[in-house]
């Protein structure tokens, strides 16, 4: 007999699929898009955020490289995003480098404050690359109409497909780094540093190695997000809401657990966008306190996320089955 | 016999306070050597300074023919020198099984095999009934006891024990004892700090006093215990009888 797990598997992927086969509404589909992209972005945030607790609220310098490689390889050189795309992650490992350097001699709130001064420094210094980037003023994309080999395409579907595979990918890659020996450090990295040596865990370069995977798959998501909305300026690419959103949905969902981005970015980003489109022509800032009120209920409510929930009680149904 | 562990003149100062000064003892390959002296006496930072915690301000600490001075505390276990803290630092959010993994995946990073190895440690020290229990729920004697299944599970030549017996009732003293024991008698190279003293005069056959930073006498339990200088760091000036036969 086949488990029941597999079924369950192979039925969800399937719905995923056909979605957008059958959902033909822009604004839903728009939703189910920027769904699939944040919760990717949750995931790469959570393996260094989440398993190695490294609360990194600059992850936003990533996004940010990865839209402008690979828009300026597109507009400069006429090169297409998907050799952008892979461009755009090796420019933000290089990155990171650095910025891990320099970053990991500190720690906890300290360490935060820093990445976040690291995005905004990455976003000034494109404000003020006016010739080459296109300073505060941005650009918008070429619209080559239906291009799939220059990651263009003509409906939202082919933009959804891509997203979903992208959060597959991520998931996959969380997934072997949870069951190996590198999950086991990463946690062990994040509940004592110095307990960790003591039984040889390098952490000097297991935080280094967690952040370029993580800087890698953050690039990605800033190559896709430029390629679907078709303008970049620094504002945007280095946005703060990119970095606080990655380290929300995991909050929220359940930090250093596989699916805990996901389920944080399902449950908030749909209803960020309803409130928005429902509030946000009523008087300027309801829906953000709403939005607010619903964030400070679910982590008093569930400090630890909402994805505790369903594990308890499936936990509960086991015991009793 | 061989050295396992040789360190020469160590000192280290903290602002003003001179932690360990001139420090210096060895330890044999396959001995037990228990480090002792009063609160305050530089114990546990010879341990944070052999293990790379700390980096001492002069001398030098070489263990199996290798100096171990600037190296970090990582490197410092793969070499085969595993520690214990004084106050135990479990992973708290792991359960026990997944604490002993982390330590055993050092030498092998299988995680079958990592298991396996965990399990035996796990089993060695008496925890296997608890082996999925979270970590953040062990009592005192437990968590102790995952320290060492954590340290052993590193695979270590030399076993550091910074005061794996205190707070606990004189049966669990017992049971630590024996495990120590064990431990010497695989061939197991142990340092041992530690304030409980019947512990000690039943593992270690050589003992070194630290008062102040600075070792202050050395030799076998018997006649450490008689030596008057050790009474008074101990007990002060008045204590101290001329005659070490005196206490016998």
Redesign the interface.
């Known amino acids: 007999m086949v488990p029941i797990k597999t079924i369950a598997i192979v039925l969800a992927a399937t719905i995923l699929i056909a979605l957008p086969l059958v959902v033909k509404n822009a604004f839903a589909l728009d939703i189910c898009i920027r769904v699939l992209l944040f919760a990717f972005i949750g995931v790469a945030w959570n393996l260094m955020g989440g398993y190695a607790k490294q609360l990194s609220l600059g992850h936003a310098a990533f996004f940010g490289l990865g839209a402008y490689t690979s828009t300026l390889l597109l507009i400069r050189l006429g090169i297409s995003p998907w050799i952008g795309i892979v461009a755009g992650g090796v420019v933000a490992m290089l990155v990171s480098l650095p910025i891990g350097w320099l970053c990991f001699r500190l720690r906890g709130p300290y360490f935060a404050i820093a990445t976040i001064a690291v995005a905004q420094v990455l976003m000034l210094l494109f404000l003020k690359l006016r010739d080459f980037a296109w300073g505060a003023e941005g650009t918008t994309l070429p619209n080559l109409g239906n291009a799939p080999l220059m990651m263009q395409f003509g409906g939202k579907a082919g933009y959804y497909w891509l997203a979903l595979v992208l959060l597959a990918l991520a998931l996959a890659i969380t997934y072997r780094i949870e069951?190996?020996?590198m999950g086991?450090?990463l946690?062990?990295v994040g509940?004592?540093e110095?307990?960790?040596?003591?039984?040889?865990?390098?952490?000097?370069r297991i935080k280094r190695d967690v952040y370029l995977i993580s800087a890698f798959l953050t690039a990605l998501a800033g190559t896709f997000y430029v390629q679907y909305i078709y303008f970049i300026d620094p504002n945007t690419a280095f946005s703060f809401n990119v970095s606080v959103e990655a380290a929300l949905v995991s909050i929220v969902g359940g930090i250093?657990t596989l699916w805990g981005p996901v389920l944080g970015t399902i449950l908030l980003e749909p209803t960020s966008a309803l409130l928005q489109s429902t509030l946000g022509s009523g008087r300027g800032g309801v829906q953000l306190t709403v939005y607010a009120l619903i964030l400070m209920a679910v982590i008093l409510w569930r400090p630890t996320g909402l994805l505790g929930i369903f594990t308890d009680t499936y936990q509960r149904i086991a015991r009793r089955g | 016999m061989a050295e396992a562990l040789v360190v020469r003149g160590v000192s280290k100062r903290f602002g003003g306070l001179r932690a360990v000064a001139d420090f210096s003892f060895s330890v044999n390959e396959g001995e037990t050597v228990a480090l002792i002296g009063p609160n305050g006496a530089g114990k546990t930072t010879s341990f944070n300074l052999i293990?790379g915690?700390y980096r001492p301000d002069a001398g030098s600490i070489t263990a199996f023919g290798r100096e171990l001075v600037g190296l970090?505390?990582?490197?410092i276990?793969?070499l085969g020198l595993?520690?214990t803290?004084q106050v135990a630092?479990?992973?708290?959010?792991?359960t026990v099984l997944?604490n002993v993994?982390?330590?055993a995946?050092?030498r092998d990073?299988r995680?079958h095999i990592?298991r396996e190895r965990a399990r035996e440690a796990i089993r060695f020290v008496g925890l296997a009934d608890k082996e999925n229990a979270l970590a953040a729920d062990l009592t005192t004697i437990d968590e102790r006891r995952l320290e060492m299944a954590?340290?052993l599970?590193?695979e270590p030549k030399l076993l550091l024990l910074d005061e794996v017996m205190a707070g606990l009732n004189p049966s669990e003293i017992d049971q630590a004892v024996g495990l120590v024991g064990q431990l010497a008698q695989r061939g197991l190279t142990i340092v041992i700090v530690e304030h409980v003293m019947r512990a000690i005069m039943a593992v270690a056959r050589h003992i070194v006093v630290l008062d102040h930073g600075q070792k202050i006498a050395e030799g076998t339990p018997r006649t450490v215990v008689g030596n008057p200088e050790v009474i008074r760091a101990y007990l002060g000036t008045g204590y101290a009888h001329p005659h070490p036969h005196a206490t016998d």
């Open positions: 069951r190996s020996w086991y450090y946690v062990a509940e004592d110095d307990a960790a040596e003591a039984i040889g865990v390098n952490a000097p250093g | 293990t915690y970090p505390p990582y490197e276990c793969t595993a520690r803290f630092r479990p992973f708290g959010q792991m997944a993994m982390t330590g995946f050092l990073r995680p990592a954590r340290a599970a590193t």
